[in-house]
């Protein structure tokens, strides 16, 4: 069975960092696209950032591209979001995700229904 777990939420000022992580057991990681999501109260859950399996390819939301950044390691089987000059809308519960099959397109990243696992979920506040 395959479990994530994702770690490193929290309350920080806006203009500050945050780094997140997600810890995947049970399954064979290296095979898995990952990506990051987020729902804010009142909100549909959005695309934040994802990462191919193959090449570690990375892709970003637009509101977060030049801020956050996504990365793996292998050998840890974890998915990390680092992410910084943090704004107010950014505050949301983050999720991670894992995606058993090839992804043909950018734009397939960003598909929840293609994404097998998910997380709990990790909660970011951003305070002004």
């Known amino acids: 069975q395959v479990q994530l777990v994702e770690s490193g939420g929290g309350s920080v000022q806006a203009g500050g960092s945050l780094r997140l992580s997600c810890a995947v057991s049970?399954?064979?990681?290296?095979?898995?696209?990952m990506g990051w999501f987020r729902q804010a109260p009142g909100k549909e859950r959005e695309f934040v950032a994802a990462?191919?399996?193959?090449?570690?390819?990375?892709y970003y939301a637009e509101p977060v591209k030049g801020r956050f950044t996504i990365t793996r390691d292998n050998t840890k089987n974890t998915v990390t979001l680092q992410m910084g000059d943090m704004k107010r809308e950014d505050a949301a519960v983050y999720y991670c995700?894992?995606?058993?099959?090839?992804?043909?397109?950018?734009?397939?990243?960003?598909?929840?229904?293609?994404?097998?696992?998910w997380g709990q979920g990790t909660q970011v506040t951003v305070s002004s």
């Open positions: 995700a894992a995606a058993d099959s090839i992804l043909t397109a950018p734009s397939l990243y960003r598909v929840q229904s293609l994404y097998d696992y």
């Open positions: 990462i191919d399996w193959r090449i570690s390819i990375t």
């Open positions: 049970g399954g064979s990681f290296r095979r898995y696209n």
